[in-house]
Every structure is written in C-alpha cells, then in structure tokens.
C-alpha cells in the first residue's frame, strides 16, 4: 500500500527503520508538533490496524501506510500523553507507546561513560526494570559504537526487534530504548546491524541473569534479597588482610556436592568450612559461562552469577550464609580474556570492541580466547566496574584475578614475530598495567575490607605494592615458586630429598619481596598432575604422612594458606568437575574411611591451632616474624624455624621428612623456659606412627645452631611438630 498521507514517515526514514539502520527512531515515530498540529507515526509490523487515544475524548484511528507503518495528523496544539490500541488477527492490545519517552540516560551518566569512569556501570547499561515518566516498564541499553543499528529483541515481540529500534545518544556509542510494560523475567538480546548491513544477536554484555547455559538469552531482573550480614561487613576491615589469619578453602561450587543448588548449598557448605576452621572460601569463576568444562574460566557474562545454579538472589543468600558463618567469600575473577563465541563479546558490533583491534594482540595463545583490549576506556571500564559490582552487590570479600601474567606480557605464549613491543621497546603491556592499577585503587577506594589477590607467576615487580609507588596493587599474590619447588621436593623419595634440600627453603630468600598466599588449588590436582596425597611417594601410609607432614610444614610457613576441596581428606583421584570430590571415602562404611578422616582431622586442627596463634599470621610480611634454626640440615631431612608474633611470642616448627625417627637437638631462644607439644602430625588419630613429645620440654644450657640454649626432641617420621612456650 502506498501511502499519501502527509505525516507519514518519509521514504529515507522509513527505509533505514525496515532495515534495522536508524539511529535516532524516536525523531520520527511517536508524537511530534508539525504545521497544522501534532503527527503521531506508528512502526507496528503485522499489525491489522492501530489508534491513538487520550484521555475520554480522544481517539484517532492511524492511517495504514503499509509495511507496519502507521500516521496521523492530530488537531491539537500540544503532544498528549497518549496511548495505543493496536489490533492484530483476534486481539487487541492497549500499550504504551515506547516512542514517546525521553532518554533515561542523563548527560552525567554519558560523560562517566565517554570518560571511561562510570564506577557503577551495571546502573546505566543493561536491561533495567524502572517508572519512567511514571509508566513502568525496562530501560534496556547497550554500548555498541560500530553499529549502523540497534533493535531490541526478546519473547515480548517473538524474537523480532523489527518494531523495536532503539536511539543512539549523540557520540557516545550508547543505544537506548525504554520499553513500556516490559518487567522482571523478560527474555532478551540485542539484534546489531553490524557496519555491512548484517546482522547479529547478541546476549547482553551487561545481563545481571542470563538462561541457563546451553541457552544464551539475558534476562530481565530485579533483586530482592535483604542482607543479613551487616556484622560481618562492619568488621570485615578491621585488620589488614595481610595482618590476619587467612586461610582458604578453594570450591568449585557446580562440584562440590554435584546437584545442589545455591540455596541448598548455603544450607551445607557454610557449616562444613566453619567446622574445619577454614577463614574463607574461594570460588572458581561464578560468573556466566558456556562450557562447563572450562569450569568457569571462559566468561561470556561478567555481571551475572552462573545459572545453573539459580539467580543471582539465590547467589546471594549464600553469601550471606557464609558470612553469617564468620566466613569469608573470594571469587575468582577472569578479566584476561573472553571465548570467541558468536552471541557474545567477540566483534561485538561488527568490529573488534571488547578485544583488541590487532588479531595478533587480540588472540589468546594458549586457550583459544580473545584478550580484552586494555587500552580502550570503555573497556577498562566495563571490566573494572565489574569487579566493583561483584564487591557491591554481592558482597564478595575479595577477588582473586586470574592468568595476570597473561595479562603483563607482550610475548606471554608467543614467538619472535607474533608480537610487538610496547612504545618504550619492551615487553610489558603498559595498557594492562595501568588496567590492572586503576582497578585495584578503585577496589580498595570503594569497598573497605576487600582484598585483590593476583595469580601472577611470574617475577614482576611490585605486584603487591601501592599503585601510588608505581606497584599493581593488589593486596596478595599467589607464591607459584613456593607451590612448584615444594611439590617437587616432596614427590622424590626421601632418599634422594637432601639433594633437592633448597627446594624447600630458596622461598624464604624472597618471600618478603610480595604479600604471598600459598595455594595448593585446582591448578595442580588436575589434568595427569595427580591429586596432593598421590604426588607423595612410598606406600599408602607414608603418601598419608608425607601428606600431613606437608600440610603443616604449609601452614607453618609465612604466608596465607589456600587448599583445594578434596585435599583436605586426602582424596587419591584427580579431581573431575563432573563428578566432584570422592565423598564416598569418608563414609564409614568405607574400610579405609579412617584414614581420610584423619587427614580432614589434622587439617582442621592445623585450622584451629592457626587462627589462635597469631605467630603464624601477625607478621607473615615482615622479616622479623620468621627465624630459621637449622634450614641446613640436608642430609636429616629437616626443617626448623621459628615464627614470632608483634610481641615476639614464637611457635616451632619442625618438619622430619626423613622416615625414620630421629633424636634431635635443636638450638632456641633461652629465655623460654619450656616448650610443649601443640600439634604433631604423627598422632595416630590422624593416621600415624603416635611418636611425640609428652612432656614439656625444657632447654639446656648447651648451645646449638648458634644459639645458647638447645631441647632434645623425638622427632617422628615424615612428620611435622608444632611447639609452643608452655
């Protein structure tokens, strides 16, 4: 039908609305003054026929103008607030006309954006449920700056956003639309005509929920939890992370007890990591990701909990479970890279937008991902107002940042030729490094409490320092050197361990340098590396005391301390993110039930005796909390130092690696007049031989390792002692 009506939308307009490529729809469509009174212009594809109505009086039929577009010229002097009434085969629907609203952007929002500093980004991008203009309805928008066009796509309208353009607002990149009578639970994507005219749909990178993977639809939503932690938050600042106990128990929640929900959860994880006395718990990734088999490393949405396990309400009740355990919650956050999934981030609008314009600079060697492109503000932006979001919405503690070596080095994983350095010749990615140092200030500024803490394995300097002092930042760093050397020493024989003796000590040659975690995590229980008790050698009982006496050598030594779940009963199996720990070996119907649970029993008391020692946590950075007494004895197999808290008080560490027992003198301080036996790994309700040290012991005046005074101890076979002033 061709029209002749004088409103109607002009040919060039109406051109660019058919084919998804207007950048400005509310200019044309809605109400508008115009010579002779007000035109109202309609884009209703498959409707039959569609009328405007106002208050009693008014109702005026539009003329059809073919392919969905519908005018008329209305006799008034002013816009009225009007409504539709538009007829389709069998129905008639009465709504709210999305084009007659202004922008729910305001200019301040526009400017955070084009500067690169909207520190709460989830507020102005996204699907957001509001009254506007007192209708309510969905502010959706988007940033997508390539894009000729932007159409809102979801089950309200059956998957066709050819009625449902939205505006760009000015030179911001950003698209917006508010939908009237769209609300809560909505399914949605965004439909971008990319810069060659076609087109692409694409899941919302800003969605708070999103379906549950296979499907990749965002969905609308509004939270409704009420936080019970107010407690917990309140003190969670009160002593630097690096001056308090801290030790972790890392979970990938999808397999911890495989089926259960986050609710459910909420109502078995808490009180399990309370009675092992662990601090807080690490959560692989929970945020959006397509392949389970990635285990959450592989994100495609970074503001929304993982569905599998229930929305991001049900995410937070168990947060707030955990802290009103007195446990503290850490997520792994992944801002290196994305997957190249087509109704994601990759080429988003078309072009190159999250990852980097440069193929060679964009590709992930070693995981077939794209790295995000670091220098560009908007995403910078995007990503470090995500890790506000998670602290501020969710409550999240801390985050432990994935692959930042990935992220530092030009040539991280690549060969001569397949990368270029940085302005000043080297190989630093001076664009992440600044990254990475606006996200942590911006973190530490706005969430007192939390704590940054970087997977970072290689030697970069100043990784915990102060940004203002020209360091990243964070608050802790995972001490990967420490992880490898230790492992190593404990998979030989023990014959041979006095040649591999510096394995277990070159870590205190630098362990000042940065604020470090030790982590015994899923990185190394995986993928043929073999589960921590299978690394050890010799028969099942000496894997076990190996095992023990490795835990409690860990927790004795400065640093924060991070197990992976499994590890603390001992499970042999390599851990399977289908399948979860092997729970079945505590069960006592199990004959060798005993001898895991005495291994989650030493590991609870190593908790216990930790949190209420503060030498093995007060002064974990600082030099003077850490003496050796003998770290020479290579040929014995042992190891003994002291740690000292702020009032000098000490705790004893002796770690026999060897499997013989050994009568031993050691040199200490002499003003302690006696010691005694606060934990022993060989006790036999953990599994072992029952050699120990009853008595108090008390020193003679007969110096060794250069000190005054020396105790005899029996010192039991692969074993670790604790000794404290009695």
Known sequence: MTSKNPVSVAAGDRERLLHGTHHDPHSVLGAHPVPGGIAVRAFRPYARAVTAVAGKDLRAELHDDGDGFFSALLPLSEVPVYRLLVEYDG????????????????????????????????????????????????????????????????????????????????????????????????????????????RTLRADPMARRTEVPPQTSSIVTVSRHEWDDAEWMAQRGDTPVHEAPFSVYEVHLPSWRPGLSYRELAAQLPAYVRDLGFTHVELMPVAEHPFGGSWGYQVTGFYAPTARLGTPDDFKYLVDALHRAGIGVLMDWVPAHFPRDDWALAEFDGRPLYEHADPLRAAHPDWGTLEFDFGRREVRNFLV????????????????????????????????????????????????VAFLQEMNATVYRRAPGVVTIAEESTAWEGVTRPTDTGGLGFGLKWNMGWMHDSLEYMSHEPVHRKYHHHEMTFSMVYAYSENYVLPISHDEVVHGKRSLVSKMPGDWWQQRANDRAYLAFMWAHPGKQLLF????????????????????????????????????????????????????????????????????????DVFAFLRLDAEGTPLLSVSNLSPVVRDYRLGVPDEIPAWHETLNTDLARYGGSDVTNPDPVKPEPQGSHGRPASIRLTLPPLATVWLRPA
């Open 91 to 198: 129905t008639v629907r009465e709504t709210e006309d999305a084009y007659r609203f202004l922008p729910t952007l305001g200019d301040l929002d526009l400017h955070l954006i084009g500067e690169g500093r909207h520190e709460r980004l989830w507020e102005a991008l996204g699907a957001r449920p509001a009254v506007h203009q007192g209708v309510p309805g969905t502010r959706f928008a988007v940033w997508a700056p390539n894009a000729r066009g932007v159409r809102v796509a979801g089950g309200f309208n059956f998957w066709d956003g050819t009625g449902f353009p939205m505006r760009s607002l000015g030179s911001s990149g950003i698209w917006e639309l508010f939908l009237p009578g769209i609300g809560e639970g909505e399914l949605y994507k965004f439909e971008i005509t990319r810069p060659d005219g076609s």
């Open 385 to 432: 107002a995500n890790a506000v979001y998670w602290c501020e919405e969710f409550h999240i503690d801390g985050l432990r940042v994935d692959a930042v070596a990935s992220m530092l080095y030009l040539d991280y994983s690549r060969e001569p030729g397949q990368w270029t350095p940085n302005e000043h010749g080297g190989r630093e990615n001076l664009d992440a």
């Open 565 to 636: 779940m499994g590890q603390e009963f001992a499970q042999g199996a390599e851990w399977s993110e289908a399948h979860g720990p092997d729970w079945w070996l505590l069960d006592p119907e199990y004959g060798a039930a005993a001898d895991h649970r005495g291994v989650r029993d030493l590991v609870r008391d190593l908790n216990s005796v930790y949190r209420a020692t503060p030498a093995l946590w007060q002064r974990d950075t600082a030099p003077e909390g850490f003496q050796w007494i003998v770290g020479d004895a290579a040929e014995d």
